[in-house]
């Protein structure tokens, strides 16, 4: 399954950067892109585990960038 969210406030390019290839070590994600242009997240993961996958993303977002918020649609 692959949802796609709204990212609040990421401030550069870097700390998106950063967030996708953190967000891609989640255990469990299939694959995870960050744009910063746009602000979006989108993750591919398997729809049993993607609640867990969500929180531990918002972790990795808050602790790059602690203003940044996963807002889902």
């Not at 531990?56 to 960038?65: G, L, M, R, Y």
């Amino acid at each position: 399954m692959k949802k796609t969210f709204t990212l609040d406030e990421v401030d550069c390019a870097n700390c998106a950067a950063r967030m996708e290839r953190k967000i891609n070590e989640i255990e469990g994600v299939i694959s995870a892109s960050v744009s910063f242009m746009t602000q979006k997240l989108t993750i591919e993961a398997s729809e049993n585990d993607f609640d867990r996958i969500l929180k531990e993303a918002q972790k990795v977002v808050s602790k790059i960038d602690s203003d940044c918020r996963i807002i889902a649609k």
